[in-house]
Each structure stands twice: as C-alpha cells, then as structure tokens.
Nanobody
Framework: QVQLVESGGGLVQAGGSLRLSCAAS????????IGWFRRAPGKEREFVAA????????YYADSVKGRFTISRDNAKNTVYLQMNSLKPEDTAVYYC??????????????????WGQGTQVTVFS
C-alpha cells in the first residue's frame, strides 16, 4: 500500500515556476514508478511526466517537454515536478500516481495503482 500526498501548487504568473512535491508513505515506495497527471476544467485527465523507480528513465508529454523536470529522492520518499516557463494552459489540478506496471511510461492512467488527492496549479497571464 502506498499513500501519496501532493503539495507545492499555487497561483503563478505566466513565465514563472513552481515545484510540486509528491510525498509517499509506505516502505515499498522506492519500487514504484511514479507519474504526474493533470486535469484541467472540462478536460480529460492528461499525462504529464513519469519516472522509473530507480530514477534512471524519465518521460514527458510533448506539451511540457523542455519546461518540466521530474525527479525523485527515494531516501526521502518524494518525487518532484519542477515546472518552469509556465503557461496559462498548464492550469489544472496535478496528481501524482504510483505504478508497479511496466507500462507506466505509456501515459495510460490505468497503469497506475495509487493516486494522491491533487494540488491546484493556476497560471495567469
């Protein structure tokens, strides 16, 4: 069992930065691949980024590639999403999720077993 809690969301001007954190409980956290998803009002859940449980491989949606960076610190049971050059279209609730599946990088949310409650990110122009 893994419990996930996101933090770090907020209100930021376009072009600014935020760093989201996903803190996990459960001694098996380090064996899970972690993904970030987001859901904007009126839109479907969207894959943002994912990282392998070792941290050796990362994957990004085209819409955030070059602006967002996912990383993890297994010693702290935490995964981060550094978001730079934010745009109004990045406004959404951001969720982290844990996956034991080898398909975690596919962006398919069905591959994820555990989800956090989400943190709101609002980017204004």
């Amino acid at each position: 069992q893994v419990q996930l809690v996101e933090s770090g969301g907020g209100l930021v001007q376009a072009g600014g930065s935020l760093r989201l954190s996903c803190a996990a409980s459960g001694r098996t956290f380090s064996s899970y691949n972690i993904g970030w998803f987001r859901r904007a009002p009126g839109k479907e859940r969207e894959f943002v980024a994912a990282i392998h449980w070792i941290g050796s491989s990362t994957y990004y949606a085209d819409s955030v590639k070059g602006r967002f960076t996912i990383s993890r610190d297994n010693a702290k049971n935490t995964v981060y999403l550094q978001m730079n050059s934010l745009k109004p279209e990045d406004t959404a609730v951001y969720y982290c999720a844990a996956s034991a599946s080898g398909r975690y990088y596919s962006g398919d949310y069905h591959a994820y077993d555990y989800w956090g409650q989400g943190t709101q990110v609002t980017v204004f122009s």
